[in-house]
């Protein structure tokens, strides 16, 4: 098993950053791949990025490219997810994922899931 931990969300201005991170225990040698997806309220969770584990490949949502950088930290087991320029659509619960398979930008492609860390952005 692999257990998550998110921090970093909270309450910011339109055109403000934040830094999410997602520390990763237990099981993580099974750890190949590495996502962000995100859920507002009545909506289905999305894509937000992804990242594989050596850092070469990155995807990003359309709707988040040139604002948010995923990178990671094997290290110490973390994922980041640096949103720089936030929008008020970018509200919404963040959710980081981990799997042991290739990189995708499919919610249903990741095994392991974070608890997810609230982001507002006000106007």
């Known amino acids: 098993q692999v257990q998550l931990v998110e921090s970093g969300g909270g309450l910011v201005q339109a055109g403000g950053s934040l830094r999410l991170s997602c520390a990763a225990s237990?099981?993580?040698?099974?750890?190949?791949?590495n996502g962000w997806f995100r859920q507002a309220p009545g909506k289905e969770r999305e894509f937000v990025a992804a990242?594989?584990?050596?850092?070469?490949?990155?995807y990003y949502a359309d709707s988040v490219k040139g604002r948010f950088t995923i990178s990671r930290d094997n290290a110490k087991n973390t994922v980041y997810l640096q949103m720089n320029s936030l929008r008020p659509e970018d509200t919404a619960v963040y959710y980081c994922?981990?799997?042991?398979?290739?990189?995708?930008?499919?919610?249903?492609?990741?095994?392991?899931w974070g608890q997810g860390t609230q982001v507002t952005v006000s106007s």
């Open positions: 994922a981990f799997t042991n398979g290739m990189i995708t930008t499919n919610k249903y492609g990741y095994a392991y």
């Open positions: 237990g099981r993580t040698f099974d750890i190949a791949t």
């Open positions: 990242i594989s584990w050596s850092g070469s490949r990155t």
